[in-house]
């Protein structure tokens, strides 16, 4: 690896791994915001400066790292408008509980099918069930990989495995999801609905069934013949179409009240969008040798509980780790303040949906990347950021401050090879910059 990018898409991420050989790993690119910097340009221009920049690399892979908006907007429409931009593109595997079941997978059902279509769950999170059908459109089923915990996947000649989720043991789903699903499931039960509830049910069971055989298809490790993901996926859309053949029938079934009801409630939108959130993608660089400036941690947006439940798959250190969740507190995690960490990556905006950025990290002993410092209220109270503290042991005089580098200068080449591309064009390691 050559290099690392960060991307200012507002309250949003994309992280590009730059490879020695003209090669790069997206990871995410998406934002919940539709102007950058308070107005003064729309989010799609920033975009396809991004997209514009990587378009000579001789390989192009994306990885997602979760169903968010923030996370996959703009990759979306890039795929729409380029369906050959990417080389591969790798899907997160959603998991199941100890009971081989997917709450996930049977909540978006229900939020697609019977929710406001304005809402969150329309726009954002129920794009999971669609992504096999909408990618085999536009990249081709040949380009599509799925990844779980236990996977290997290469880039720029190096290896990289994802800690988390895991596809072979069960997720330990929050018990307020799993219950609004098994209450969803009873809204359609009753002996008294016509067949259009059952039929819908099992449609439902039969699509979830096959979406879980379709993520094993697509695995690297497990990958099924040309023909049999062919099969999988024809049938796959052949069953989301029947269920949407039932989508009127079912607005007017005496269940839907009942269903909307449960489907607004805060507490289950909540634990749903952090459920998400926890089946993000989390992977690291394999180490051949020993502890070198190639080992990388992206953490996507878990949560400190996912954190600590792979702890034990974490190295000591790491050149590199992206800070969960845009950096803030709520999502703060022990166990990344523990690591000895050289670099942190912190992708923020103007419009902090989740919140600001900790403090917490702010205190850590390492050099901070962030793409925007309006969640920081250090920034805010001292007036200048935070890593004029700092030492940097990658410039030539090692140990020097931060402000010693060339990029502090202006200069376009940093000693760490770490670049955040803001509206106003390449920045360092210093926010108050530009």
């Known amino acids: 690896m050559d290099r690392v990018e960060l991307h200012d898409v507002e309250y949003g991420d994309c992280t590009v791994l730059v490879g020695q050989n003209r090669q790069i790993l997206m990871v995410d690119c998406g934002s919940v915001s539709r102007y950058a910097r308070r107005g003064e340009e729309e989010i799609d221009r920033r975009f396809n400066e991004i997209f514009s920049r990587y378009a000579p690399a001789a390989q192009r892979q994306f990885l997602l790292t979760h169903y968010h908006r923030d996370h996959m907007s703009g990759f979306l429409k890039q795929v729409k408008k380029d369906p050959g931009y990417f080389d591969r593109v790798y899907l997160p595997a959603l998991p199941c509980d100890k009971r081989g079941v997917n709450p996930v997978l049977e909540f978006a059902v229900f939020a697609h099918f019977f929710a406001v279509p304005q809402s969150d769950f329309a726009q954002v999170n129920t794009t999971c069930l669609r992504i096999f059908d909408a990618l085999n459109d536009s990249v081709g089923a040949d380009r599509i990989f799925t990844l779980g915990g236990g996977d290997i996947f290469t880039f720029d000649g190096a290896f990289y495995e994802v800690l988390s989720p895991a596809r072979n043991e069960p997720f330990p789903f929050d018990a307020i999801l799993t219950e609004a699903v ?36 697509f695995a690297p490790s497990d990958r099924a013949t040309p023909g049999r993901r062919r099969i999988l996926l024809d049938s796959l859309r052949d069953l989301l179409g029947r269920m949407e053949d039932m989508r009127s029938n079912l607005a007017h079934s ?22 998400q959130n926890d089946l993000s993608l989390v992977f690291h660089n394999r180490r051949s040798r020993g502890p070198s400036n190639l080992d990388i941690l992206m953490t996507g947006d878990v949560s400190d509980e996912v954190l600590r439940r792979i702890s034990g798959k974490l190295f000591d250190g790491y050149y590199i780790v992206k800070a969960p969740h845009h950096g803030t507190e709520s999502h703060f995690s022990n166990v990344i303040g523990d690591l000895a960490v050289a670099h942190l990556l912190i992708s923020n905006g103007d419009y902090h949906a989740g919140g600001e950025i900790s403090q917490r990290y702010i205190d850590m002993e390492c050099i901070k990347h962030c793409t925007n410092a309006g969640a920081c209220r250090w920034r805010d109270i001292a007036g200048g950021c935070c890593n004029r503290l700092q030492r940097c042991y990658e410039q030539p005089a090692s140990g020097s401050l931060t402000l010693k580098c060339a990029a502090a200068a202006g200069e376009r080449r940093t000693s760490c090879n770490i670049y955040v591309f803001g509206h106003s064009g390449v920045l360092g390691c210093h926010c108050d910059r530009g």
Do not use: W
Not at 183 to 205: M, Q, V
């Open 254 to 275: 005496p269940a839907a009240p009942d269903i909307q009801d449960i489907l607004n409630q805060s507490v289950v939108r909540n634990v749903y969008t952090e459920t």
């Open 182 to 217: 098994e209450n969803l499931n009873i809204c359609l039960s009753s002996p008294f609905h016509t067949g259009r509830e059952t039929e819908f049910l099992e449609t439902k069971d039969a699509f979830v069934r096959l979406y879980m055989q379709c993520q094993t298809a």
